[in-house]
């Protein structure tokens, strides 16, 4: 995956609020930054199907930052929240979407200074010889400050089989940044959960400084039907009732095939059906109604291999 473009312009932190006397009264409903973050919150609702864990952890963590923004408000010192996580679970279930919404989150509450979320993966880390390692790592770490560095699929930096892989030094580059930096810099590993667990039981250094963990479950068959409905809907397309019935059986084909990838195999079917739809609308050779234009029918569906030589 790349990075969510170049650097943006960062805003300065906003100052410090005047204290609190000891006898006031602090509103958390009418704080204009906690009104940004449930309109994010409420966004994250409305992007994603199920995920209720993932959800009720998020809005754990803002009510955190919350409570201790309003703490500050009162002069209560306490050390400051360690924001980097680690989020686990298969491809498409998520994980970029919930990072994007978590930067949001952190920027209204003033922990960031700028929403952003800048990806990389090993490729943008690891050089390939001597002394290129350190220039590419701080390059990427420079790119994220004073947002998020989302690492995805983060357990390709440990190769323990390779005595001269240089990905150990990115994992010594971080520790360093993410203790030092914590004000500046929120990092994110992502990746599959069991070489995720043997990623950080490999390195405890680092498992120290990740406290929140958050665990993307796959989709069920009746969650992906929504996803694809809510994909429809967004770009103005819709499924008539045999093309609903078709897509179901679709998602059951595919589910059990190899490299099924969540919600990202729902939008890569999507757009194939929308291909098989448009050469079957220049084959009519009739002038096209809004109706043939945002239907997509059963035989937009069946055109797939996954129907080929299948039971």
Known sequence: MSGFGVPAPVAEPEAEPELLADDAELDLSVDEAGARVDETLAALDAELVGLASVKRRVREIASLLLVDRARRQFGLTSSKPTLHMSFTGGPGTGKTTVALRMAAILHALGYIRAPRVHTVTRDDLVGQFIGHTAPK???????????????DEAYYLFRPDNERDYGQEVIEILLTEMENERGDLVVIFAGYPDRMATFF??????????????????????????????????????????????FSEYLTRRMGRPRFSNARSVRNAIERSRLRQARRLVELRRPLRKEDLVTLTADDIYGSSVFVDSP
């Open 137 to 151: 790592t701080k390059e990427a770490i420079a790119r994220a400050a004073g947002g998020v560095l989302f690492i």
């Open 201 to 246: 039981s490999a390195n405890p250094g680092l498992s120290s400084r990740v406290p929140h963990h958050i665990g993307f479950e796959d989709y069920n068959h009746g969650q992906l039907v929504q996803i694809a409905e809510l994909m429809l809907t967004s770009e103005n397309f819709r499924f008539d009732d045999a093309a609903q019935t078709a």
